[in-house]
């Protein structure tokens, strides 16, 4: 990804040198050059906290993506979500490898978090974000007040329609 970051708009916005110096190897790979960590291998695969406990953050710049009631076990080896903290990320359809898949990423750096599969029936929502446990960071506590109102009215920080569903229309998937 080079510096698309940069100059695509994003609110954090660093030279891959930066984001580089910052980040891990591995989470260097997944977040900036859009890699996938081996299944069943993260931090947060089997990692279930309490609903109330916590939140998981974008790695790279701490943005509130996903509240821990969240989370839920799908069983495909990496750290699954039924929706995402409101206006938390940006989506894209994602043709590599043969492929076409909505991609997720951070709204506020752009950094990859991994991929939403719309309509498998494993959710209320119908949504299942597949994340990389390198992309995310659970932080103890509340989720900060400003992810959770939209519009001026609170919510609970989530909402039921995740990113999925629009690019699914608009791509045809």
Same mark, same amino acid.
């Given at each position: 990804?080079?510096?698309?970051?940069?100059?695509?708009?994003? =609110?954090?916005?660093?030279?891959?040198? !930066?984001?580089?110096?910052?980040?891990?190897?591995?989470?260097?790979?997944?977040?900036?050059?859009?890699?996938?960590?081996?299944?069943?291998?993260?931090?947060?695969?089997?990692?279930?906290?309490?609903?109330?406990?916590?939140?998981?953050?974008?790695?790279?710049?701490?943005?509130?993506?996903?509240?821990?009631?969240?989370?839920?076990?799908?069983?495909?080896?990496?750290?699954?979500?039924?929706?995402?903290?409101?206006?938390?990320?940006?989506?894209?359809?994602?043709?590599?490898?043969?492929?076409?898949?909505?991609?997720?990423?951070?709204?506020?750096?752009?950094?990859?978090?991994?991929?939403?599969?719309?309509?498998?029936?494993?959710?209320?929502?119908? =949504?299942?974000?597949?994340?990389?446990?390198?992309?995310?960071?659970?932080?103890?506590?509340?989720?900060?007040?400003?992810? !959770? !109102?939209?519009?001026?009215?609170?919510?609970?920080?989530?909402?039921?329609?995740?990113?999925?569903? !629009?690019?699914?229309?608009?791509?045809?998937?």
């Amino acid at each position: 990804m080079a510096d698309a970051a940069k100059s695509s708009g994003f =609110e954090v916005r660093k030279s891959e040198e !930066e984001w580089r110096a910052e980040l891990r190897p591995q989470e260097y790979h997944v977040l900036r050059e859009k890699g996938t960590e081996r299944a069943y291998t993260g931090e947060y695969d089997k990692f279930y906290p309490a609903a109330d406990e916590g939140y998981f953050a974008c790695r790279a710049c701490k943005n509130p993506l996903y509240t821990a009631a969240a989370k839920f076990d799908s069983g495909c080896g990496w750290p699954a979500f039924d929706k995402c903290i409101k206006d938390s990320m940006v989506v894209e359809v994602d043709t590599s490898f043969g492929m076409k898949r909505v991609e997720i990423m951070c709204a506020k750096c752009g950094g990859h978090l991994g991929h939403v599969f719309h309509g498998e029936g494993l959710t209320p929502t119908n =949504e299942r974000h597949c994340v990389n446990s390198v992309s995310v960071k659970f932080m103890k506590g509340p989720v900060p007040s400003s992810s !959770e !109102e939209q519009d001026g009215e609170e919510n609970d920080g989530e909402t039921s329609s995740g990113p999925a569903e !629009e690019v699914l229309k608009d791509s045809k998937m």
